[in-house]
């Protein structure tokens, strides 16, 4: 059974940095890329950035290049999501996302369960 | 970037009946076009890709249309279970982006 496993909900200040995970299980890591896709509160999704795992080549979405680094670790399977330094506006739900292959291959076909950041002084 | 525009942003529908929602591109975006059903608290869930395939597991009262521009997710059928919020997403050139959504909400 594929999963994505997401790390847990929290509450950081600003200017702090973070690293979320999101941990695969249950089909060949380096086989899909991973993506990651924000949702701010109240609102719709947006396409942060994907990952390959197999060699770490990453592309960012032009609103998120430079504000966010997605990398990958595939000796645990497991890619990561990171800000140096965050901002009230970072708040939302972050959903990693596995990249399907062929005519799927831009479409999230398994997803985690999500992993809130609210930041707050 | 690819503007993809979903209406209404609201449909009410009593159970039982069909429900038919649209989303229109701002460019042409061929068959790459994808549907998501997300649900309160939930993850979003795939329903359709390429236009019209259903995902695995995806009930057969769901069904997908169009190309170019203009697409069409129907649900033949509402069930309790499908009140919900619909985006669709394109994937034809990247950033691959998600319309705004349509909410189905029990009339």
């Known amino acids: 059974e594929v999963q994505l496993v997401q790390s847990g909900a929290g509450v950081e200040k600003p200017g702090e940095p973070l690293k979320i995970s999101c941990k695969s299980s249950g089909y060949t890591f380096t086989d899909y890329w991973i993506g990651w896709v924000r949702q701010m509160p109240g609102k719709g999704l947006e396409w942060m950035g994907v990952i390959n795992p197999s060699d770490s080549q990453t592309t960012y979405s032009p609103s998120f290049q430079g504000q966010v680094t997605i990398s990958a670790d595939k000796s645990i399977s497991t890619a990561y999501l990171q800000w140096s330094s965050l901002k009230a506006s970072d708040t939302a739900m972050y959903y990693c996302t596995r990249r399907g292959l062929g005519s799927m291959s831009g479409v999230g076909d398994y997803w985690g369960q999500g992993t809130l950041v609210t930041v707050s002084s | 970037e690819r503007v993809m525009t979903q209406s209404p942003a609201t449909l009410s529908v009593s159970p039982g009946e069909r429900a038919t929602l649209s989303c229109r591109g701002s460019?042409?975006?061929?068959?790459?076009l994808a549907w998501y059903q997300q649900k309160p608290g939930q993850a979003p869930r795939l329903l359709i890709y390429?236009?019209?395939t259903r995902a695995t597991g995806i009930p057969v009262r769901f069904s997908g249309s169009g190309s170019g521009t203009e697409f069409t997710l129907t649900i033949s059928s509402l069930q309790s279970e499908d009140f919900a919020i619909y985006y669709c997403q394109q994937y034809t050139i990247w950033p691959w982006t998600f319309g705004q959504g349509t909410k189905v909400e029990v009339k």
């Open positions: 390429r236009a019209s």
């Open positions: 460019q042409s975006v061929n068959s790459d």
